[in-house]
């Protein structure tokens, strides 16, 4: 089996668990808006894809935009922080440098929190660049967001690392061997579905792969 030499991290569920500060900046926003809460719901579908659809969901079309403007109030002062890398997650990615392999991040999440967030668990040094969308919502879909990082390198064998389908389907549509995490917050099956070619439980099994 040939290793990639480029590898491409998603950042929520597959680097970072981010549930907590998501969750309650979530909250937050719907609150604010005196919007009905679901007690049952614990938002945890909303990791992986753009917020923007998933405030369209929660709070309604019309409502979206402000709603996503008030969750960045709380997100960008206290909710960023409230997160924590997963077990493992230095290591492999200490491994996986000192092998030769070149890492990136690729993510929905607006390039301007991802960056403070992997500069705040001194993760950044990892990382040749950080990918993200603005916070517009340009290149929030996971296979422009590819198609435009791949543009801004040149790579080898490049593979793309996630825990969601938007992380597999964007692979595919890059030419990139697609690589799921199950620790995340997609299952198995959904990763497989979505065309994952391997799927590993833990960080340091991301090694014997990559």
Known sequence: MRHPHSVFFDLDGTLTDPWLGIS????????ALDLERDPGDDYRWCIGPP?????????GGELAERALSIYRERYSEV????NTPYDGIPATL??????GRKLYVATSKPHVFATRILEHFELLPFFTAVYGAELDGTRSDKSELLAYALSQHTVNEPAMVGDRRYDMIGAAANAMRAIGVSYGYGSTEELSEAGAEHIVDSP?????VL
Do not use: K, Q, V
């Open 79 to 82: 909710g960023w922080r409230e």
């Open 94 to 99: 200490a491994a996986l440098t000192d092998s």
């Open 204 to 208: 340091a099994g991301l090694i014997d």
């Open 51 to 59: 917020l923007r659809e998933s405030f369209s969901m929660l709070a």
């Open 24 to 31: 309650r900046s979530i909250e937050y926003a719907l609150d």
